[in-house]
């Protein structure tokens, strides 16, 4: 409805799909996508400006589903997509995460004082790959040097997915190593991500990663799937690991980091150094002031 509003008006907009048009995303409900295509979103990619994407891969990854999405006009969308396209990330602000938060940690859960953490903090949906970490974590990571490691899974779901993630731990005898702390944010965030030792997102898709970016600003290390769309920039940076979504691919890469503490800082410190170079607010908002500048002088679209 805005598009159109914008359109009538002879007012330039920006469009920003947000991982939308990824071939993950449009293979899920289909027919029902196709059908909301046909009565406005084609208009709307038409009609925008300049389409903003947060990452390289998430650009790539739209023209490769545009082109494959509808037949037809597929193809010809890819290009405008194309075209058009602009990729300027999210941004952060890395000073709220140097406070320091290990006194909010112990007081907050108690039960992981004097354990390593391994962090997800995330939206929790099936498409985050949890069960299939949860099931590399417990069964490999169970006894011996590892014993000490807790992993903390932050985050809000749909109650009946959170139940079937807790009956697997139960079943798998990881009650006592897997901590379900809910939602957090403000100083518990904070302290949470301080407090870790890795964070790991090994999502089926995941447009951006704005937690992994944050955990980098704390000089956390990641562990990231290859469907995580900032992998790419990660790995260049060798901030973190990138893995497939294979089992013995993910144990391998999880033996390495929990193994190496020296890998482990080395790899914080250069995410660290990503997120001050690439990411911080100061940044991003420069590149954005730009693109709305050039939008605004009707130089594009």
């Not at 940690?105 to 992981?112: F, K, N």
């Not at 949860?134 to 985050?155: H, T, Y």
């Not at 959170?162 to 809910?182: H, I, M």
């Not at 050039?294 to 679209?301: L, P």
Request: glycine share 10%.
């Amino acid at each position: 409805a805005a598009a159109a509003a914008c359109r009538r008006a002879r007012v330039p907009y920006v469009l920003r799909p947000l991982g939308s048009w990824d071939p993950w995303g449009l293979r899920q409900k289909r027919l029902q996508k196709r059908v909301l295509w046909h009565f406005g979103v084609k208009a709307m990619i038409e009609g925008a400006a300049a389409i903003h994407y947060t990452t390289d891969e998430e650009r790539r990854l739209a023209q490769e589903g545009l082109a494959a999405f509808l037949p037809g006009s597929g193809p010809r969308l890819s290009v405008l997509a194309s075209e058009r396209g602009v990729v300027i990330p999210h941004g952060i602000t890395p000073d709220l995460m140097e406070q320091s938060s290990e006194t909010v940690l112990s007081r907050m859960w108690p039960q992981l004082a004097g354990h390593p953490i391994i962090l997800f903090l995330s939206r929790i949906h099936p498409k985050k790959g949890l069960e299939l970490f949860l099931d590399v974590f417990l069964e490999e990571f169970q006894r011996g040097e590892f014993a000490r490691w807790r992993l903390v899974i932050a985050g809000d779901g749909p109650p009946e997915y959170l139940a079937r993630l807790r009956r697997l731990v139960f079943e798998k005898d990881g009650s006592g190593r897997v901590c379900f702390v809910g939602w957090v944010e403000g100083a518990e965030k904070a302290a949470i991500l301080q407090g870790a030792e890795l964070f790991v997102l090994p999502s089926y898709q995941e447009n951006f990663g704005l937690a992994a970016v944050e955990a980098m600003a704390c000089g956390v290390p990641v562990l990231v799937s290859k469907h995580v769309n900032l992998a790419p920039e990660i790995e260049a940076a060798r901030a973190g690991w990138v893995v497939s979504l294979e089992r013995s691919a993910m144990a391998l890469a999880l033996h390495e980091a929990l193994e190496n503490e020296g890998e482990r800082r080395r790899r914080g410190a250069r995410g660290r150094e990503l997120v001050r170079e690439r990411y911080s607010w100061p940044a991003v908002a420069q590149q954005l002031t730009a693109l709305y500048r050039v939008v605004g002088q009707g130089a594009m679209g």
